[in-house]
């Protein structure tokens, strides 16, 4: 048993922890100021555009796996863009992984995020206004500090939701050792061979971390509410 | 001096309304903005401070902050806000929220003297209780030093205790700081002590202005006092009848005649009045 431990490859899991560290910094970045529009817009794209961010949740991910590879493919113009100027293939690669990854996460990201903003006091927002701040530093010293469990929950959940991915990451990245493998596609191919033993290892490795990380996220919120 | 002349189409809950309102505002006083609900004084508000789109034109000092269209934003206008639910940024200590205006160490420290906050400075606003959240966001609005200080029903979720005490803090800021201050009120007593001058707003129009005198005090010719009340109820005691009616924060009863308990309807507005009865005897 322990010969087996120590014989175990960890990268699939350093791979997927990685691949979901990266995509949830992305997926914050470009979808903060998404998530700020949306719970400030009267604009009638926005259910549109909710619309279409949360597709992903409702798609079955051989649909969005499947375009996502015509769309990044070398005989798509995208695909061929990026091959013939950055000498990067999206498909069976890593960054290829990141790039379905943002797609399939999305939702995770914004919703939580613009349910944050909605739940403001407008009047809170208007008073950093009226102080002279312009929207960046409101958003960042008066709108992001007063709703830490919607950032936490999309941060963590857009994470965990990454690192539990399956078939978006097996259509788009295969299952190349050390390049797209991760843990899950690698609990997979263990079934597939019949190689319980090691099947069981990394199931329980991966229900022990994403049971800790959601429990720390409900503590925290917990506390938040009892602070307030 | 302040000019205003602004017009905006609301959609107000007994339907569309045009707020069209011109006044001029003297540099240093203190305007009370009164109406019913939903006359557009805390619309009138939030045009001023920029919160709010409207057509027309606003100079404040020969500054012109809305003209054809063009509008200073709400942060280059360097007014002072009081929200009607103060609006404190929850996750910043009261010292915190004012030094998040303007990093003026010595101004906050002084505010914070003037209204007995210094001792609370390090709490949040959740640990506050009403009228102490409501002196920090006075504090807070005032922390910019601005040229207009609006603020929008100030007062109205606080006791009366709390509001009289209240008063006198924003009447000794007033006259520290000399800034022109706006403020959307309802509450007669309030506005006759702070208030310069007295706009009442109707349908989006001024109704009347004058100095809180001549517009608040309801007695002419030969009343000697005269009570605005409501009718609460009408009970008959033998041959007479007594009214009940609420004036201020206190009940009263007066007798009237039967027919006038025929004429008046319970829940009405009524005034209580009397005239002058002295004979002379020589």
């Keep these: 048993m322990?010969?087996?431990?120590?014989?175990?490859?960890?990268?699939?899991?350093?791979l997927s922890f990685e691949l979901s560290l990266i995509t949830a910094l992305v997926l914050f970045m470009t979808m903060l100021p998404l998530a700020w529009w949306l719970s400030q817009t009267n604009s009638k794209l926005k259910p549109v555009i909710e619309a279409i961010t949360a597709l992903p949740i409702v798609l079955p991910p051989s649909v969005l796996g499947f375009y996502i590879l015509m769309a990044l493919s070398?005989?798509?113009?995208?695909?061929?863009?990026?091959?013939?100027?950055?000498?990067?293939s999206l498909v069976f690669s890593f960054t290829g992984l990141v790039v379905a990854s943002v797609f399939y996460s999305m939702p995770f990201m914004v919703q939580p995020l613009q349910s944050g903003f909605e739940s403001l006091n407008k009047n809170m927002l208007e008073a950093s206004y009226?102080?002279?701040?312009?929207r960046l530093e409101t958003i960042f010293r008066v709108a992001l500090p007063n709703m830490k469990p919607a950032l936490l929950t999309a941060l963590i959940v857009t994470f965990a939701h990454t690192v539990g991915e399956f078939g978006v990451v097996l259509m788009v990245g295969g299952s190349i050792p050390d390049e797209t493998k991760v843990a899950s596609v690698a609990i997979y191919e263990f079934v597939e061979v019949m190689d319980y033993t090691q099947a069981h290892i990394y199931?329980?490795?991966?229900?022990?971390?994403?049971?800790?990380?959601?429990?720390?996220?409900?503590?925290?919120?917990?506390q938040q509410r009892r602070f307030l | 001096m302040i000019n205003i002349d602004v017009s905006k189409k609301l959609h107000g809950m007994s339907g569309d309304m045009l707020l069209d309102v011109s006044l001029e505002v003297k540099e240093g006083s203190f305007v009370a903005l009164a109406g019913e609900s939903g006359s557009g004084k805390t619309t009138l508000l939030r045009i001023l401070a920029g919160l709010e789109s409207a057509d027309g034109v606003i100079s404040v000092d020969g500054e012109e902050w809305l003209r054809k269209g063009k509008s200073t934003p709400v942060q280059e206008r360097g007014i002072g806000f009081v929200f009607q639910d103060y609006a404190l940024f929850e996750n910043m200590s009261v010292l915190e929220n004012l030094l998040y205006v303007t990093n003026?160490?010595?101004?906050?420290?002084?505010?914070l003297a003037l209204t007995e906050l210094t001792a609370l400075r390090n709490r949040r606003p959740s640990r506050l209780s009403g009228g102490q959240k409501q002196r920090v966001a006075l504090c807070r609005a005032l922390m910019s030093r601005p040229k207009l200080l609006l603020m929008d029903e100030p007062l109205s979720a606080l006791d009366p205790a709390m509001r009289t005490k209240l008063q006198n803090e924003i009447l000794t800021l007033h006259k520290e700081f000399e800034t022109t201050t706006i403020m959307v009120s309802h509450d007669p007593s309030e506005i006759y002590r702070l208030a310069s001058e007295v706009v009442v707003l109707g349908e989006g129009k001024v109704l009347e202005r004058g100095s809180p005198k001549d517009v608040l005090l309801k007695t002419n010719g030969s009343q000697k006092f005269s009570l605005e009340g409501e009718l609460l109820d009408i009970v008959k005691y033998d041959v007479i009848y007594v009214a009940i009616i609420s004036i201020g924060q206190q009940l009263v009863e007066v007798v009237i005649s039967a027919s006038e308990a025929k004429v008046l309807e319970l829940g009405q507005s009524v005034r209580v009045s009397t005239k002058a009865f002295s004979p002379i005897v020589r």
């Design chain 1, 203 to 222: 199931s329980a490795i991966m229900v022990t971390i994403s049971f800790v990380t959601l429990l720390g996220v409900y503590i925290f919120n917990r």
């Design chain 1, 130 to 134: 009226v102080s002279g701040k312009g």
């Design chain 1, 2 to 14: 322990i010969e087996t431990l120590a014989n175990l490859d960890w990268y699939p899991f350093v």
């Design chain 1, 74 to 88: 070398q005989n798509s113009p995208l695909g061929k863009f990026f091959y013939e100027t950055f000498d990067v």
């Design chain 2, 104 to 111: 003026d160490k010595a101004l906050a420290q002084h505010l």
